[in-house]
């Protein structure tokens, strides 16, 4: 096992914390990074396919009719953003993680022209949205106006080997959207090895601002970025997060309701129990959340690079 980031490839690091992962019941050791201040299982599986079922972020309907609605929402509010700074009448927007495409469908509903990178396993036969599991760097350069990774940078080994060549795929005033868990949030230092969203080993990346500004720095020779925002999104993700977060540290099994709801749970009892702690904790979990995006120290943050 080598000791040392992967990201920046230093060698001082400091252990946090070990944590099971709620799918092998594995155990991963969190370490943060001195020098980036990354925060990563240390020891990276050689076959990750096996820590992503088929179940994995595969929602009962109830679930997915939210995200819909959400997604929607968001990414109206992302284009919004992004007109104001430009006059072009077909803009291309390439999403890196894209599953199943549905956030690219919004996109192409305003009028976008749409571009996915996704694993080839899960790309479908009807594919109407332009996914593919080719090569970033096959695509021309400066050739998007958005580059947008919704809950997948996170996942991705070697986080500035991406951006590196994302940074060159945008067009000058473009812009990379790119939306993880922040280990800077209040649910993160409360949570620990418990917090939901730390995933290992599937998250191999958690950034803090101080992380993004080392990436930002580090491909500089390549494409010179500016960070245009940096903020806390997703109400319900933080709301779910405190609830499950408090949850798992009660029990000894993490994420029970939050298998429920990826359907690996079947159990009506465990579900019934669920609710009855959710509506127990809504109100506190409301609270904490609303006060924790207040404060910017939520557990998803928004980060919006401009490339100059
Ligand atoms: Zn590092």
């Known amino acids: 096992m080598k000791s040392i980031c992967n990201n920046c490839g230093d060698k001082n690091l400091k252990f946090l914390y070990e944590t099971t ?7 991963f050791k969190i370490h943060k990074c001195n020098n980036c201040d990354l925060l990563f299982p240390l020891d990276y599986p050689e076959d990750i396919n096996k820590y992503y079922p088929k179940k994995y972020r595969s929602y009962i309907p109830i679930v997915k009719k939210i995200i819909d609605i959400k997604s929607k929402l968001y990414i109206e509010n992302v284009v919004k953003n992004y007109s104001k700074n430009s006059n072009n009448l077909k803009n291309k927007v390439l999403e890196i993680g894209c599953g199943d495409g549905s956030m690219l469908e919004i996109f192409k ?4 022209e749409v571009y996915g990178s996704e694993r080839s396993s899960i790309i479908q036969e009807d594919n109407k949205l332009n996914i593919s599991n080719k090569d970033i760097d096959e695509y021309p350069n400066e050739y998007f106006n958005l580059i947008f990774l919704y809950n997948s940078f996170e996942h991705l080994y070697k986080p500035k080997e991406i951006l590196r060549i994302i940074s060159k795929k945008i067009k000058k005033n473009g812009l990379i959207v790119i939306c993880v868990p922040s280990h800077e949030s209040f649910q993160c230092r409360f949570g620990k090895e418990d917090w939901v969203h730390l995933d290992a080993p599937r998250h191999l990346n958690i950034f803090s601002i101080k992380a993004f500004k080392y990436l930002m720095q580090s491909v500089a020779s390549t494409a010179t970025l500016d960070i245009t925002s940096y903020k806390s999104i997703s109400f319900d993700l933080e709301f779910y997060g405190w609830f499950q977060t408090i949850l798992n540290k009660f029990y000894k099994e993490n ?3 939050h298998k429920y709801l990826q359907d690996m749970n079947k159990s009506k009892l465990n579900f019934s129990i669920g609710l009855l702690q959710l509506f127990i904790l809504s109100v506190p ?13 939520g557990a998803i943050t928004e980060v919006i690079f401009m490339k100059k």
């Open 109 to 112: 509903e305003l009028n976008w």
């Open 255 to 257: 994420n029970l309701f």
């Open 285 to 297: 979990c409301a609270i904490i959340s609303l006060f924790s995006m207040i404060l910017n120290k």
């Open 21 to 27: 992962d709620y799918i092998t019941t594995e155990k």
